[in-house]
């Protein structure tokens, strides 16, 4: 990490951030948005003019996909003109993005060249992040992630073993498929990249662990490794409503950011058992 000195995280609460804390420590500039506010031009530009940073990594991002579908305003303005802001005052940034960029209509994992469609405000505000951090940022890396999950925050792990504890049996969606993808091997990937990313590059990667499932797939996985005797039964998405439309397919083809940055991705299985492991220290 000796070439990139200087770094800013932000969303410094989240999954994401937290695990890059524990890989950089706390020689890295941590925000959250009490810290600063990355859709505020004044306070943006101010804080970058107080210190210079190598790279920033934004982590900051609007998550409720179903509350975003009546709160564009606020979706926009996180998930776009936030990494505008940071990509224009701090030049050179990795910017998180999702898989929900896509509309999941595709047969095969989707490639950084396949055309995103989103079907939600969120994903379309995510896109929009994206489109505004590649024209803004003199060098800039999109990572498109999937299905996230670890110890820390909000994510399905921690609420299937919640309401796994609760309940005798839980339907899980069996229709919609993906990747899951452990925060800590993305925290990894990221901090094993940026002494690699040029001056000047523009790219678009795709990110998540290996292998493919689908959330009822990971719900049973899930109760298998944590050892919980919920039975998870498979329903179909037309039986759990929600406000958000999600991609019925966003498995991601990862092929281009393990050949740039010569990476070796776990598979999923790998990251939950470890994810489970690390839950069961801290209870």
């Known amino acids: 990490m000796d070439c990139v000195a200087h770094i800013l995280v932000t969303g410094s609460n989240g999954q994401l951030a937290n ?11 941590y925000a959250d948005r009490h810290d600063l506010d990355i859709t505020n031009e004044a306070a943006v530009k101010a804080f970058f003019e107080e210190q210079s940073f190598d790279f920033v990594i ?30 224009k005052y701090g030049k050179r940034i990795i910017h998180m993005s999702s898989d929900y960029v896509f509309e999941g209509l595709s047969s095969r994992p989707y490639t950084e060249k396949d055309v995103a469609k989103p079907l939600s405000v ?6 929009a992040g994206e489109n505004t951090v590649l024209a803004e940022a003199e060098t800039a890396v999109v990572i498109r992630a999937s299905w996230m999950f670890s110890r820390y925050g909000e994510n399905f792990v921690k609420t299937v073993l919640r309401l ?33 990313i040029k001056a000047g590059t523009k ?49 991601l083809n990862k092929a281009k950011i393990r050949r740039d940055f010569g990476l070796t991705i776990p598979h999923w299985m790998d990251g939950l058992k470890r994810c489970i492991a690390k839950l069961n220290e801290q209870a």
């Open 164 to 196: 796994g504890a609760e309940n005798d049996s839980l339907g899980i969606v069996f229709d919609q498929i993906g990747t899951p993808t452990y925060a800590a091997d993305l925290a990894a990937t990221i901090v094993a990249m940026l002494p690699q």
């Open 203 to 251: 790219e678009i990667y795709h990110y998540s662990n290996e292998g493919v499932a689908s959330w009822y797939d990971f719900a049973v996985a899930i109760m298998r490794e944590s050892g919980l005797a919920c039975e998870v039964r498979p329903i179909e998405t037309s039986e759990y409503p929600t406000r958000a439309t999600r991609p019925a397919y966003s498995v």
């Open 122 to 127: 969120y994903g379309s505000t995510k896109l």
């Open 58 to 87: 934004n982590c900051a991002a609007y998550t409720a996909v179903d509350k975003a579908e009546d709160d564009f305003e606020a979706a926009d303005r996180i998930n776009r003109l936030g990494p505008a802001l940071l990509a």
């Open 19 to 29: 695990e890059l804390r524990l890989l950089l420590g706390d020689s890295v500039v």
